[in-house]
């Protein structure tokens, strides 16, 4: 089977959205219970699970626009 190809373009809307919610979080940490402590580990998790694959699908295009530059996207 072949993988799921997810473009950069998507990845990274998700990466300013889930960046946001991070960073409303970050302002009111100290104020959180410790159910709220663990939904901030877990965003911030997925936070970083996005940029890793926003990297990765980054170099990928990348690669692929050098490899066949005639080709249309």
């Known amino acids: 089977m072949g993988e799921i190809i997810i473009p950069a373009k998507i ?14 979080m970050l302002a009111f940490f100290n104020d959180l219970y410790q159910t709220g402590v663990y939904i901030f580990y877990a965003i911030t998790s997925w936070l970083l699970f996005l940029i890793v694959l926003f990297i990765k699908q980054f170099i990928r295009e990348r690669k ?10």
């Open 11 to 24: 990845l990274l809307y998700q990466i300013i959205a889930i960046s946001v919610i991070w960073l409303g």
């Open 64 to 73: 692929e626009k050098q490899d066949h530059p005639n080709k249309k996207s």
